[in-house]
């Protein structure tokens, strides 16, 4: 079945550093992919999405690039802040509309 | 204000006992979801919901039910609940039915404790 899966279980930065979160999917069709974040006590929250290969979604300066041959959704953003500690999901729309998750990624941003 | 409701926030369940969780959306959303959270899993799928009495199984819907009688209500159903259905559960909803690229909202979840 399809799946995703994010490499980095906990990433731990501070203040200005750069960004990545790696992401890797599998899928039978040709999926839209999706960045989710989810802070303490609440449900995930639509980051952004894209729906074709060698677009880029992007939102509050992350940003992610679809990329179908390497199968791959790798969020990044060039200057984190202490506000963007929060836990991060990639995610795929699978056949009618079933949202597939990977893993996540627990972020934490050092002042 | 567009939002999913998940009630109750807490529940503490002796095991055997049947779990009721309730979710609501005021968005007249075709599509809701049952989900459960668990540490290193991420968000796991239970059922999907396309709208009133239209329900499919997601990748893990042994041990729960469902029912969806009215398009605004989801519940999710444990009949005799299990030790390692502990978990935290959201409730989703999203426009459309089946369509690939949608956003999808969620609610605040449920913590449950079987015990």
């Known amino acids: 079945g399809d799946s995703v899966t994010q490499t980095e279980g906990q990433v731990a930065l501070s203040e200005e550093d750069f960004l990545t979160i790696h992401c890797n999917y599998s899928?039978?069709?040709?999926?839209?992919l999706f960045w989710y974040v989810q802070y303490p006590g609440e449900g995930p929250q639509f980051l952004f999405r894209?729906?074709?290969?060698?677009e880029k979604g992007s939102s509050r300066g992350f940003e992610a690039t679809y990329n179908k041959e390497a199968t791959s959704f790798h969020l990044q953003k060039a200057s984190v802040q202490e506000s963007d500690s929060a836990v991060y999901y990639c995610a795929l729309s699978a056949l009618r509309g079933k949202l597939i998750f990977g893993q996540g990624t627990k972020l934490s941003i050092k002042p | 204000d567009m939002k999913v409701t998940q009630m109750p926030r807490y529940l503490i369940k002796r095991m055997g006992e049947n779990v009721l969780l309730e979710c609501g959306q005021d968005?007249?959303?075709?599509?809701m979801y049952w989900y459960r959270q668990d540490p290193g899993l991420g968000l796991q799928l239970i059922y999907i919901s396309y709208d009133v009495d239209s329900n499919s199984e997601g990748d893990i819907p042994k041990g729960y039910r469902v029912s969806r009688k009215k398009r605004e209500h989801f519940s999710l159903i444990l009949d005799s609940a299990k030790t390692n259905q502990t978990s935290v559960y959201f409730c989703?909803?999203?426009?459309?039915?089946?369509?690939?690229?949608?956003?999808?909202?969620f609610g605040k979840g449920t913590r449950l404790t079987v015990v």
């Open positions: 899928a039978s069709g040709y999926p839209a």
């Open positions: 989703a909803s999203s426009p459309g039915t089946g369509k690939r690229n949608t956003e999808v909202f």
């Open positions: 968005m007249s959303h075709e599509t």
């Open positions: 894209a729906s074709r290969d060698k």
